[in-house]
């Protein structure tokens, strides 16, 4: 359509030309909010049809929004809070005084201390999974369930190189208890949930992903330590420890562990101990009533650069072996100096603690399938452990 202005004065024609334009700006407007609100509509829908599919199925579904309720009601009233009194050797106050000069050293005190920490429920008959450092030189231990009531609990079994404890409450009636996940199955980006009760408040839920797994954090320096570690980026603190590590579906594929902070705090990133880990340990506390470990006597070191080109044509897989020990399992089954072991088990090994967490899940009496690139070939050598 053609406007005619002719004859009208020009204040008219510049009058009309603004108001269009100002017209002109409000539809627009107009229009982008109403489809802005139309999205929004299309998004709550979607989030209320996500919501209505069962908790395995939105797990399953890589492309669903992240959906957390069912995960945390199915898990949460299996974990517990553990109050511990312990005692805790300290170095006597009069060390380096006068009265040791005159009476020579004097013995360390014992202090008495009370810890806090979190733990799972994992059967129905009282057995509770949590950290050995949380129960670690306890004399009395208090287990909370999440619906007030109290139990003594002893401590059936415990392991410093796994840092895991089980524990056992005898209760009237079944108790609530957490599925086991698998630790094997998780993939970097996966969502996961940690509850715990950090800072004494109970039955804290925090969610994030997984960062990495087969982490190495030294926790125990110096000792004989197993750790292939699940990193994620969940809000973990003091109180998490031996909470567990659930996923979309609820079920514990970790035991939480440690956090990685200069301040004590949370500062980015938590470590959890995995499902294949924390299952060997129950087992062999239910067959044999205690922990039984296996070495595979090498002395391991990771791949690089310099070490493929001398001795795998250039391919990084696989970690270096720098030294066999005599009559050792792996001496016995014929592993040599600068082999590269590939996988245990048919489970890929790119690292020492990829291997370790391998080595970990064998018990005394197993035996093991290596696979070793040695002299410019794969070859396939049985472990008898």
Do not use: C
Not at 7 to 36: N, T
Not at 208 to 231: D, F, P
């Amino acid at each position: 359509m053609v406007l005619k202005m002719k004859g009208m004065p020009m204040w008219a024609v510049i009058a009309l030309s603004l108001l269009g334009g100002v017209g002109g700006g409000y539809a627009a407007v107009g229009m982008q909010s109403r489809e802005g609100k139309s999205g929004a509509t299309r998004v709550d829908n979607e989030i209320i049809r996500r919501a209505a599919v069962p908790a395995g199925a939105r797990a399953a579904n890589a492309g669903a929004l992240p959906y957390f309720i069912d995960a945390a009601a199915k898990a949460s009233p299996a974990v517990v809070h553990v109050r511990v009194v312990g005692v805790v050797e300290r170095e006597s106050p009069y060390r380096g005084t006068l009265l040791e000069f005159f009476f020579g050293a004097q013995p360390n005190v014992q202090q008495q201390v009370q810890l806090s920490g979190s733990g799972a429920l994992i059967s129905p008959d009282g057995y509770i999974v949590t950290n050995f450092h949380v129960v670690k030189n306890a004399r009395a231990i208090e287990v909370s369930l999440p619906d007030k009531r109290n139990f003594e609990a002893k401590t059936v079994a415990s392991d410093p190189a796994t840092d895991l404890a089980l524990l056992k409450v005898q209760s009237p009636r079944p108790l609530p208890y957490i599925e086991f996940g698998k630790s094997d199955s998780l993939r970097v980006g996966e969502w996961v949930l940690a509850i715990g009760n950090p800072f004494n408040l109970e039955t804290t839920v925090t969610a994030g992903i997984v960062s990495a797994t087969a982490r190495n954090i030294n926790t125990q320096s110096g000792k004989v330590s197993i750790e292939s570690l699940i990193q994620v980026d969940a809000a973990v603190n003091m109180g998490n420890s031996g909470g567990p590590l659930v996923d979309l579906d609820g079920r514990l594929v970790g035991i939480n562990t440690a956090i990685a902070s200069p301040t004590g705090a949370f500062a980015g990133y938590a470590f959890s101990i995995p499902e294949s880990i924390v299952t060997k340990f129950v087992e062999d506390v239910r067959k044999y009533g205690e922990v039984r470990h296996v070495v595979l006597g090498v002395n391991i070191m990771n791949m690089n650069s310099q070490l493929a080109e001398e001795f795998a044509n250039g391919d990084t897989r696989g970690v270096i072996v720098g030294g066999v020990y005599a009559n050792g399992p792996a001496d016995r089954a014929g592993i040599r100096v600068y082999d590269i072991i590939l996988s245990v088990n048919g489970r890929r090994v790119n690292s020492v603690t990829e291997l370790q967490g391998e080595i970990s899940r064998l018990t005394p009496g197993d035996t093991a399938d290596v696979v070793v690139f040695r002299s410019g070939r794969e070859e396939r050598v049985r472990v008898q452990f």
